[in-house]
């Protein structure tokens, strides 16, 4: 169950209408590698050490894969890949480099983890 609290926001395209609120998702808690290696030994015939140095070596090689520009797709998790944001350019050639602002991760969460999401129940805080 994901707990929900109102939150007072203004209209960011609208900064002269009055606030309204909306509910926003709050965290109970979070779950780091140790506690995934843990939940995952204890679900198999792998010990807690072997899953969380597993872990790992899957998050170096994600990090490494995705530095190449590759698009990591882990099967039922789903696909990460780097995005950007950029200035403006008035033509193709001055588009560089250097006309990158950030960059970001996106996530696409594949077919099982896109169906939780219609089953969530809410709870308010």
């Known amino acids: 169950m994901v707990r929900i609290k109102p939150l007072q926001k203004t209209n960011p395209q609208d900064l002269t209408a009055e606030k309204k609120f909306y509910a926003q998702a709050v965290a ?43 698009i990591v797709k882990l099967n039922k998790l789903g696909s990460f890949q780097v995005g950007i944001r950029s200035f403006p350019s008035e033509t193709e050639k001055e588009v560089t480099a250097s006309t990158v602002k950030s960059a970001h991760l996106n996530f696409r969460p594949d077919v099982k983890l896109r169906n939780m999401l219609k089953n969530v129940s809410f709870t308010l805080k």
């Open 28 to 70: 109970t808690g979070t779950t780091d590698l140790e506690r995934l290696a843990y939940l995952v030994s204890n679900q198999s015939t792998v010990r807690e050490a072997d899953c969380y140095a597993v872990i790992l070596s899957l998050v170096h090689n994600i990090v490494d894969e995705l530095e190449q520009g590759k």
